[in-house]
C-alpha cells in the first residue's frame, strides 16, 4: 500500500481557481452523525447512526492578491456553493482525487502579523456530497481538439449498474477566435469503441462543474475536448475526473 506525503499534492482547485500554490495545510473530515439511543435505565452511551454524514474542509496558507489567486477566488463569496476537487496522490490518470460539491467557503480569514507574511485561511461547510472521483485527465495544458481513449483510458475492471458524478475544472483557457470547448467523460465495454458519457457545459472562461448521470457506467472510462469554430491555436487546462457510484 502507497504512503503519500505532501510532495504528491498535485493540485487545489476552486471553481477552477488553482489554490495549491499559495498553500500549507488541507484538511478535511467526514462523520457520521449519531444520536445516544440509551434508554432510561441503562448506564452506558448507545450512539447510534442516524444514516446522515457531515462533512468539512479547511485549507491554511498566505494571501494572495493576484487575479487567479485565493483572495479573488474566496473574498465575498460565502453564500456560493463551489465545487471543488483537490488531489492527494498526484497528478496522475487512474489515481483517486477528491471532490466536492454544494460546499460553501463559510468563513474566509485573512491574518496580518508582525514579522511574518499575510495569511489567508478558509473553512468550507460541505452542503452536497464528497467523492472520489478517478482522473480521467490530469490538469495540464491541451492544445486542438482530443480525448485519452486507447493507451490513456482507466479500466475499473468490470461495469457498473448506479451512474456516477463527472468533474472538471479549468483553470486557464486561450480561445484565439473560437467560441468555446466541450470536455466529456466518454465510456466504452472493449476499449475500442467509445460513447459520450457526460457533456458538460461549453467553457470559454474559467469554469468548474459536477454532473451527475444515472445508469450503467461501462468499464473503460476516458475523457475528450472538443472546440467550436475554426482557425487559430486554441488551448487550455483542465482536470476531468470521474466517481462511480457504489
Known amino acids: 500500500m502507497a504512503k503519500f506525503g505532501g510532495a504528491d499534492c498535485a493540485f487545489f482547485l476552486v471553481d477552477g481557481y488553482p489554490l495549491l500554490s499559495v498553500l500549507t ?14 434508554p432510561l435505565g441503562s448506564r452506558y452511551p448507545q450512539p447510534t447512526p442516524t444514516g446522515d454524514t ?3 474542509l479547511t485549507q491554511n496558507g498566505f494571501f494572495d492578491d493576484a487575479a487567479d489567486s485565493v483572495n479573488a477566488a474566496l473574498s465575498d463569496q460565502q453564500q456560493v456553493a463551489r465545487v471543488v476537487n483537490y488531489g492527494f496522490e498526484g497528478n496522475v490518470a487512474g489515481k483517486y482525487c477528491v471532490g466536492l460539491s454544494g460546499s460553501y467557503a463559510s468563513k ?13 485561511n478558509a473553512s468550507y461547510a460541505v452542503a452536497g456530497v464528497v467523492e472520489r472521483p478517478l482522473i480521467l485527465h490530469d490538469l495540464i495544458a491541451e492544445a486542438g481538439d482530443g480525448n485519452t481513449e486507447g493507451a490513456k483510458s482507466v479500466d475499473n475492471g468490470a461495469l457498473s449498474a448506479n451512474g456516477g458524478s463527472g468533474y472538471v475544472q479549468v483553470p486557464t483557457i486561450t480561445l484565439s477566435g473560437r467560441p468555446s470547448v466541450t470536455p466529456k467523460v466518454r465510456h466504452s465495454t472493449d476499449d475500442i469503441t467509445y460513447a459520450d458519457l457526460i457533456a458538460f457545459t461549453a467553457v470559454a472562461a474559467r469554469a468548474a462543474e459536477r454532473k451527475t448521470v444515472a ?8 475523457s475528450s475536448w472538443v472546440w467550436g469554430g475554426a482557425g487559430g491555436t486554441p488551448a487550455f487546462t483542465f482536470l476531468i475526473g470521474f466517481h462511480r457510484n457504489p
Open 25 to 38: 495545510e488541507i484538511s478535511d473530515e467526514q462523520e457520521a452523525i449519531t444520536e445516544d439511543a440509551k
Open 54 to 56: 457531515q462533512a468539512a
Open 108 to 120: 474566509y480569514t485573512r491574518v496580518s502579523s508582525r514579522g511574518a507574511l499575510h495569511k489567508a
Open 215 to 222: 445508469g450503467t457506467v461501462n468499464r473503460h472510462l476516458a
